[in-house]
T-cell receptor
Framework: SAVISQKPSRDICQRGTSLTIQCQVDSQVTMMFWYRQQPGQSLTLIATANQGSEATYESGFVIDKFPISRPNLTFSTLTVSNMSPEDSSIYLC????????????FGPGTRLTVL | GENVEQHPSTLSVQEGDSAVIKCTYSDSASNYFPWYKQELGKGPQLIIDIRSNVGEKKDQRIAVTLNKTAKHFSLHITETQPEDSAVYFCAIRGTGGFKTIFGAGTRLFVKA
């Protein structure tokens, strides 16, 4: 399985500001995913990030609001831009495992509160 | 499109009893069915998974069963312990697609 770390683990931000979340994996992976999990809810896919290409965004999510970088096979960042209280959520990084492309692992999450 | 329904939303059992969580899906192309456990303040952790060519899989106190004809799969936890208390998510993933679709989650309480 892949070991995934995220920074920061939590943050409290003012509305109108931006926060960049980092995701680091202990091995090279092809697919990296960013999810949002609102309080008490399930996981919603924001975008899929492949190294060397632009991220693919899901319906309801746009690059201007959630720009993503994927500079190499072990690292990605998600920025939450121009934040509002509605952006308060847990943001989760996920990767496909090494054994079988369909097995997926998650990082510990970043708990974001926007005031 | 792909959809997965998960029941119940909340489940409370006595320690030592069994717990069963069921998911149904609509897309017959789904061929991978993982289950995740999420404890408070943590990311989801893969606990067991099953592929479409298998009907049942066990790992100690946890088992998953799959009925492809009826398009449903279930998580079975036997001899529950307080540390099993968490939110459990089922998920599906289909051939040729990279997206995993998650159920709404089941909050399991195991009472000591």
């Amino acid at each position: 399985s892949a070991v995934i770390s995220q920074k920061p683990s939590r943050d409290i931000c003012q509305r109108g500001t931006s926060l960049t979340i980092q995701c680091q994996v202990d091995s090279q992976v092809t697919m990296m995913f960013w999810y949002r999990q609102q309080p008490g809810q399930s996981l919603t896919l924001i975008a899929t990030a492949n190294q060397g290409s632009e991220a693919t965004y899901e319906s309801g999510f746009v690059i201007d609001k959630f720009p993503i970088s994927r500079p190499n096979l072990t690292f990605s960042t998600l920025t939450v831009s121009n934040m509002s209280p509605e952006d308060s959520s847990i943001y989760l990084c996920s990767v496909d495992g090494q054994v079988g492309a369909d097995t997926q692992y998650f990082g510990p999450g970043t708990r974001l509160t926007v005031l | 499109g792909e959809n997965v329904e998960q029941h119940p939303s909340t489940l409370s059992v006595q320690e030592g009893d069994s717990a069963v969580i069921k998911c149904t899906y609509s897309d017959s192309a789904s061929n991978y069915f993982p289950w995740y456990k999420q404890e408070l303040g943590k990311g989801p952790q893969l606990i067991i998974d099953i592929r479409s060519n298998v009907g049942e899989k066990k790992d100690q106190r946890i088992a998953v069963t799959l009925n492809k004809t009826a398009k449903h799969f279930s998580l079975h936890i036997t001899e529950t312990q307080p540390e099993d208390s968490a939110v459990y998510f089922c998920a599906i993933r289909g051939t040729g697609g990279f997206k995993t679709i998650f159920g709404a989650g089941t909050r399991l309480f195991v009472k000591a």
